[in-house]
């Protein structure tokens, strides 16, 4: 039995398809976002929504009507193909995550929030399924809708027609281990807590994007692209 469920609230709306967790109103406690790519609005079935349930989850049972905020793509976009949080936009990156690794590999916040990453590999701003990702950046004073093409904080769109940029997505930390296990040896003291500790408040990290389709090296050969805050996810594009 699980401890909670969270359901879609009709046919083919394939809530579930990818999930991810994250501190995205900067409460302290996890919150939980369900995608649901093939989600329909008035006129279209492939729109796509993402659900946003805020932490701490006491309830055995939600339905994605209970969400407290849902992210809808545009026509087509199938938004919510692949979902990912973290420190990934550069406003106040260096004051919004402190803390130390958990097993999970996730960090620890404290006044700080997660930005939230969403793939729409049939996204056609670039050319037909070229794909995109959106970044909403996280905060507390979150509207309860979303509309992604209007409202995302940044956007990557796939480089050519039927690439499917953002079929995969993920929030890698661009922290080195050797940086932060530095040993000073100007007066022998082991400085290794210290870059421990400047590297948790940097929270540095990347938005690497999956497009299996692209056909840079052959055909359908596909591509990952490593997107750092301090370029293209840097404004919206």
Known sequence: DSDAAFLGGVANETAGYDVAIGDVDGDGHRDV?????????????????????YGPIEDAELDVDDADVTFTGAPGDAAGWSVATGPLLDDNASDRYAGDRTNS?????????????????????????????????????????????TDADAVFHGSDASDRAGHSVAAVSTNRSDNRDRYDKRD??????????????????????????NDSAADDAGAAYLLTSECALAEEE
Request: proline share 4%; net charge negative.
């Open 188 to 213: 022998g003291s082991d400085s290794r807590e210290k870059n421990r500790d400047r590297d948790a408040r940097d929270g540095r990290h990347a938005l690497l994007v999956g497009a299996p389709d």
């Open 33 to 53: 976002l369900v995608a649901a790519p093939s989600a329909e609005n008035e006129s279209d079935r492939s729109v796509g929504s993402v659900y946003l349930f």
């Open 105 to 149: 590999g996730h960090r620890d916040t404290v006044g700080g929030s997660h930005d939230i990453a969403i793939g729409a590999p049939s996204s056609d701003a670039g050319g037909a399924d070229s794909g995109a990702v959106y970044v909403v950046a996280g905060r507390e004073d979150l509207p309860s809708r979303v509309n992604l093409s």
